[in-house]
């Protein structure tokens, strides 16, 4: 079994538009974290956000926020007034206590942002 | 940017040859991880460096292997290349050993390998 789905290949919004992705997760840990990360065509990842486990409130990041929804194992990713340059693959990422630290990602949605 | 750098960005390799990939951590990380990425599929973990020894590692045959440094740079070694390991390879850095469940990884912008 997958243990991170996106099930969005593909969203499409309009500039100024929220836009939401997908995310849920399996693990039988109670203690690991939730990342979202954004991959533009340069391939860099770069890091948009964390959610912890344990962290009773939603995490938020300038226009990022995570609704996390942990009896559904779901983190979603919400994007607020989006913006051109927002046009990038996203994934999100789990990291789980295996005596070492390591991420394992989802399959990705590519978001495109139209004028 | 993140201060990770990747070297090269771009490579063209043949079948059965051998490539090294090369990646500087950011600076006070000593943690490494590398990671493959296939066209279309998210990154999977290949392994991890900590203090120069291999802290973990990924569903990857003995093929890929890997080394870090004392200034705790590392490189990735695939030996035998086969036309599936064309993908596009991340090196990530931590501090720490990335224990901290909040600590991101730094990511570089990867080495694109193509085998032919």
């Known amino acids: 079994a997958q243990k991170i789905t996106q099930t969005q290949p593909g969203m499409f919004v309009q500039e100024k538009e929220a836009v939401t992705l997908d995310c849920t997760y399996d693990?039988?840990?109670?203690?690991?974290?939730l990342f979202w990360y954004k991959q533009p065509s340069s391939g860099e990842m770069i890091f948009l956000i964390y959610?912890?486990?344990?962290?009773?409130q939603n995490a938020t990041e300038g226009r990022y926020s995570l609704n996390f929804q942990k009896a559904r194992k779901s983190a979603n990713l919400v994007i607020s007034a989006s913006q051109l340059g927002d046009s990038a693959m996203y994934f999100c990422a789990m990291r789980e206590n295996r005596g070492y630290s390591t991420l394992t990602f989802g399959k990705g949605t590519m978001l495109l942002v139209s004028p | 940017e993140t201060g990770v750098t990747q070297s090269p960005t771009h490579l063209i390799k043949t079948r059965g040859q051998q490539v090294t990939l090369r990646c500087s951590s950011q600076?006070?990380?000593?943690?490494v991880s590398w990671y493959q990425q296939a066209l279309g599929q998210g990154p999977q973990f290949i392994f991890q460096?900590?203090?120069?020894?291999?802290?973990g590692r990924g569903n990857f045959p003995p093929r890929f292997s890997g080394l870090q440094f004392p200034n705790y740079s590392s490189e990735l070694n695939v030996n035998a290349l086969e036309l599936d390991d064309s993908a596009l390879y991340l090196c990530a850095s931590s501090p720490n050993g990335g224990g901290e469940k909040n600590t991101e990884a730094f990511f570089g912008q990867g080495t694109r390998l193509t085998v032919v």
């Open positions: 460096y900590y203090r120069e020894e291999e802290n």
């Open positions: 959610q912890g486990s344990y962290d009773e």
């Open positions: 693990t039988s840990d109670q203690s690991y974290g």
């Open positions: 600076s006070g990380h000593n943690t």
